[in-house]
């Protein structure tokens, strides 16, 4: 019996580059003092629509402000109905339930994910910024009456560089 190729290799080069970025981007989130966590829309030619770090950090910080909700909304604002449900949400971690319901609500069809939300439950632990959710984004997507096409976890070991260290050092 052969294996599975691995998640990765259902993308082009320019959608891994696409994935790839978020990660970069995540980087800078944590730089600037936020959880590292980004998100981009790109249309069905690769152009990015929206993107997006996180900016949910306490005190300051709104925490319904993840990066998913914010790169989806931005994308919603610019584009029809018609043109979402043909774009691609792109994040270095996989949506949490919030920010899934975003990426429904808004219409995007398709969302590509790096870091699962099980891989980031054993980087953050139980940190008090982080209470995430058991539910995968997939379980989200399947209750609702429009199908949100998923694919992730790929390039989780890259995708859980910006997270080493980071929920360790937070108070």
């Known amino acids: 019996m052969k294996a599975d190729p691995a998640p990765e290799t259902q993308l082009s080069a320019e959608e891994l580059a696409l994935l ?3 990660i970069a981007m995540s980087e800078e989130s944590k730089a600037r ?8 829309v790109a249309d069905e030619h690769g152009q990015i629509v929206a993107r997006a770090g996180n900016n949910s950090m306490p005190p300051e ?18 584009l029809t109905p018609e043109q979402l449900q043909r774009c691609t949400l792109y994040t270095s ?14 219409g995007i ?12 439950l054993g980087l953050t632990g139980d940190h008090e910024e982080n209470p995430t959710f058991s539910l995968p984004c997939r ?3 399947a209750r609702g009456q ?7 976890p790929m390039l989780e070991d890259e995708a859980a560089v910006p997270h ?8």
Do not use: N
């Not at 003092?33 to 981009?40: D, E, M, N, S, V």
């Open 139 to 141: 379980e989200v997507f």
């Open 20 to 22: 790839r970025m978020t």
């Open 33 to 40: 003092g936020r959880h590292p966590f980004a998100a981009l």
């Open 93 to 106: 971690a996989e949506p949490c339930c919030m920010c899934a319901g975003a990426v429904y609500w808004t």
């Open 164 to 171: 080493l260290g980071f929920w360790k050092t937070q108070p």
């Open 61 to 78: 910080g709104d925490p319904t402000q993840h990066a998913e909700l914010v790169a989806a909304a931005a994308a919603a604002r610019k």
């Open 109 to 120: 069809g398709r969302v590509v994910y790096a870091l699962s939300e099980h891989a980031l």
């Open 146 to 152: 429009r199908q949100v096409k998923v694919l992730g």
